[in-house]
């Protein structure tokens, strides 16, 4: 069975205080590794696709890389607007639904 | 463009009542999913419709069904509504022909059953 787990649950940093979220995941056939951000309420905001290990995708503050069982979502320099859930999410060759793990709660203080 | 649009915003139901959500797609998608996030938990993925016909189901009851329109909006109804049905319910669209596979979601109908 496919399966997705996410580390930490919850994770506070001060502004300005980079770190990392971990996704780990269990499939077979991995077609894609998305990265989402969800606001409390809201649907999920998608951010990132990674298709295979070593492959690595920025965008502003942010930074996800791939290897062959997790991917990590790296936030430099987080602001409190980058407070929020953060979702990963897998595909695989033979399904055509997303696999979401349950999450990172981020919260960045100022 | 519009993003992937859902109504009703939020909606109150009591147990054994029916209900139906409704989803437009994202201009240029042919494909939709539905997925159940209860709260503080990943989304689950429920059923995905493309060409007016169920694809792929997930591990839920027959009491979820869903309808896809010639143009590509869709309906998912839930039958006899149970107080575990209460849950934020999100929309999403992609394109079968489309190479990135992302699936872009909805706002979401937030459900509580009373």
């Known amino acids: 069975e496919d399966q997705v787990t996410q580390s930490p649950e919850a994770l506070r940093l001060q502004e300005g205080e980079s770190s990392s979220l971990n996704c780990s995941y269990t499939?077979?056939?991995?077609?894609?590794l998305f990265w989402y951000r969800q606001d409390p309420g809201k649907g999920p905001e998608f951010l990132f696709t990674?298709?295979?290990a070593g492959e690595e995708k920025e965008k502003e503050r942010l930074k996800a890389t791939l290897t062959k069982k997790e991917s990590f979502l790296h936030i430099t320099a987080p602001k409190p607007e980058d407070s929020a859930t953060y979702l990963c999410?897998?595909?695989?060759?033979?399904?055509?639904?997303?696999?979401f793990g349950p999450g990172t709660r981020l919260s960045v203080l100022p | 463009d519009a993003g992937v649009t859902q109504s009703p915003t939020h909606l109150i139901k009591t147990r054994g009542q029916q209900v139906t959500l409704r989803c437009s797609p994202k201009?240029?998608?042919?494909?939709v999913s539905w997925y159940q996030q209860a709260l503080g938990q990943g989304p689950q993925f429920i059923f995905q419709y493309y060409e007016e016909e169920e694809r792929q189901r997930g591990n839920f009851p027959d009491r979820f069904s869903g309808h896809q329109f010639p143009n590509y909006s869709s309906e998912l109804n839930v039958n006899a509504l149970l107080l575990g049905d209460s849950a934020l319910y999100l929309c999403?669209?992609?394109?079968?022909?489309?190479?990135?596979?992302?699936?872009?979601f909805g706002p979401g109908t937030r459900l509580t059953v009373l």
């Open positions: 499939v077979s056939g991995l077609r894609g």
């Open positions: 990674l298709y295979s």
């Open positions: 999403a669209s992609s394109s079968v022909g489309g190479t990135n596979n992302e699936q872009f």
């Open positions: 999410a897998v595909r695989t060759y033979y399904g055509q639904n997303f696999v």
């Open positions: 201009s240029g998608h042919d494909t």
